[in-house]
């Protein structure tokens, strides 16, 4: 189990919102924290505590009047540290160089793959074909619907009829080199993690260990919800040690109250 820091940028700003309140329309989020600082600073911050594998997110639709201010903070933050973060939010074949260019590590992607409800097979082996399964992470963030966890696409604001088992897990690690996976329902809310779906995730980590060739290391991330150490401990329990963690809105640096370096120890 590891952290895996984060940089979310919206509207031209590292910031920490609700995930269930973004909306294109507007462009508006609940905020819970708006930093004075930008991207690259993050990025350096991680790169000084050696912390690879984090990601930064573009919150904006692409062709809104943020989108190129948010997009140039992501690039700042790839350059500052390059080979040190992943880079997604409106990730296509098309633009994915962009970002593997300024640094990024892996290209991360949701509503390119999956649209109209399903994955679409077609989409996802041109994304394949364009930047190698190597370098590709699938976002497989969900929201609960009917006491089940569906994917959602679209900043969170669409569902998909895909849901999020251990089979499907195990499907789609043979395409792709990890996940990351916020649950969107508690995204920036501190009011816990959602344990149904974390073990959802562990018994898709142990189907993944008999057919995949990375066994029971197979990189995925879990966000949302955290707010304390007995949350992490929880994780780590329930996860046997294999599912990293993000911890975004509690966050001292984020004007939470879990002090970064403590969280950086407890996780060695």
Same mark, same amino acid.
């Given at each position: 189990?590891e952290?895996?820091p984060c /940089? #979310?940028?919206h509207?031209?700003?590292?910031?920490q919102?609700?995930?269930?309140?973004?909306?294109d329309e507007g462009s508006?989020?609940a905020e819970n924290?708006?930093s004075?600082m930008?991207a !690259?600073y993050y990025?350096d +911050?991680?790169?000084? =505590?050696q912390l690879p594998?984090?990601h930064v997110? @573009?919150?904006?639709?692409e062709g809104?009047e943020?989108?190129?201010?948010t997009?140039?903070?992501?690039?700042s933050?790839l350059r500052?540290? $390059?080979g040190?973060?992943e880079?997604?939010?409106?990730i296509?074949p098309?633009?994915a160089? %962009?970002? +593997? %260019?300024a640094?990024?590590?892996?290209?991360i992607?949701t509503?390119?793959?999956?649209? *109209?409800?399903?994955?679409?097979?077609?989409?996802?082996?041109?994304?394949?074909s364009?930047?190698?399964?190597d370098?590709l992470v @699938? #976002?497989l963030?969900?929201?609960?619907?009917? *006491?089940? =966890?569906y994917i959602?696409?679209?900043?969170?604001?669409?569902?998909?009829?895909?849901?999020?088992?251990e089979?499907?897990l195990?499907?789609?690690?043979?395409?792709?080199?990890?996940f +990351?996976i916020h649950a969107?329902?508690?995204?920036g809310?501190?009011?816990g993690?959602?344990?149904p779906l974390?073990?959802? @995730?562990? !018994?898709?980590? #142990?189907r993944?260990?008999g057919?995949h $060739?990375a066994?029971? #290391?197979? $990189?995925m991330t879990?966000?949302?919800g /955290?707010r304390?150490?007995?949350?992490l401990?929880w /994780?780590?329990?329930a996860g046997n040690?294999?599912i990293?963690?993000t911890i975004g809105?509690?966050?001292?640096?984020?004007?939470?109250?879990?002090?970064?370096?403590e969280?950086?120890?407890?996780?060695?």
């Amino acid at each position: 189990m590891e952290f895996r820091p984060c /940089i #979310d940028i919206h509207n031209g700003k590292v910031k920490q919102i609700v995930g269930g309140t973004l909306r294109d329309e507007g462009s508006r989020a609940a905020e819970n924290f708006v930093s004075e600082m930008d991207a !690259a600073y993050y990025a350096d +911050l991680y790169r000084k =505590y050696q912390l690879p594998g984090g990601h930064v997110i @573009l919150l904006n639709k692409e062709g809104s009047e943020y989108y190129e201010a948010t997009k140039q903070q992501a690039l700042s933050a790839l350059r500052e540290w $390059p080979g040190g973060l992943e880079a997604g939010g409106g990730i296509t074949p098309e633009n994915a160089s %962009d970002f +593997l %260019d300024a640094g990024a590590s892996h290209v991360i992607v949701t509503s390119y793959v999956f649209r *109209d409800g399903r994955a679409d097979r077609e989409r996802l082996d041109r994304l394949v074909s364009a930047v190698g399964k190597d370098r590709l992470v @699938l #976002d497989l963030s969900c929201r609960r619907k009917n *006491d089940r =966890y569906y994917i959602v696409t679209d900043r969170w604001q669409k569902f998909t009829d895909v849901e999020v088992t251990e089979e499907t897990l195990a499907e789609f690690a043979s395409c792709c080199a990890g996940f +990351l996976i916020h649950a969107a329902d508690v995204e920036g809310q501190q009011h816990g993690v959602e344990r149904p779906l974390i073990r959802i @995730l562990a !018994a898709g980590l #142990d189907r993944i260990a008999g057919q995949h $060739p990375a066994g029971g #290391d197979f $990189p995925m991330t879990y966000a949302g919800g /955290i707010r304390n150490f007995e949350d992490l401990d929880w /994780i780590r329990e329930a996860g046997n040690g294999r599912i990293n963690v993000t911890i975004g809105s509690a966050l001292d640096i984020f004007g939470g109250p879990m002090k970064f370096e403590e969280v950086l120890r407890r996780m060695k």
